[in-house]
């Protein structure tokens, strides 16, 4: 369910614009999770709230992050939106996953982890975004169609 709430809260956070600096949009998100803790003493809301994007499973601590850039090797991707990507851990394996644009990433470091999935993230844009629709199947020509409209800008950097 937190998940579902994320996801709402994630679709006006997207609407936002990363460089004017607005705090509406958070405000907004918050108040998509107000209904379900409205009855808890104040301590447990301020803690509920601020723990909203973070799954705290024993084991299984999940995170939530928006981009807006990714950097592979020598280029840089700029999304016309923000993807939301979900950081966890199972075991010593890092992982993050975006099932938005069906990528997911191993690393045995965080660090490892978001490097694999810049890689994964570039090479679905050189085999999938750039081929022709001739040589691909339904899911992968749907992929392309959300990866053309979400990448506005490829820099490569020298």
Not at 21 to 44: D, H, M, T, V, Y
């Amino acid at each position: 369910m937190t998940v579902m709430l994320a996801l709402k809260a994630f679709k006006i956070l997207k609407q936002s614009d990363p460089h004017r600096g607005s705090s509406e949009p958070l405000q907004s998100a918050a108040r998509l999770f107000k209904p379900r803790i409205r009855n808890l003493p104040r301590k447990a809301r301020t803690k509920k709230l601020t723990s909203v994007f973070t799954n705290a499973g024993a084991a299984n601590r999940s995170s939530f992050e928006v981009l807006w850039t990714l950097m592979d090797g020598g280029r840089r991707f700029t999304f016309g939106s923000p993807i939301l990507t979900r950081h966890f851990q199972r075991a010593d394996i890092y992982v993050i996953e975006c099932l938005a644009l069906y990528i997911e990433a191993f690393g045995q470091s965080a660090d490892e982890a978001k490097a694999a999935f810049s890689m994964e993230f570039g090479s679905c844009w050189d085999i999938i975004a750039t081929a022709s629709n001739d040589e691909l199947t339904l899911d992968a020509r749907v992929l392309k169609d959300r990866l053309q409209r979400l990448v506005i800008d490829v820099q490569h950097l020298s």
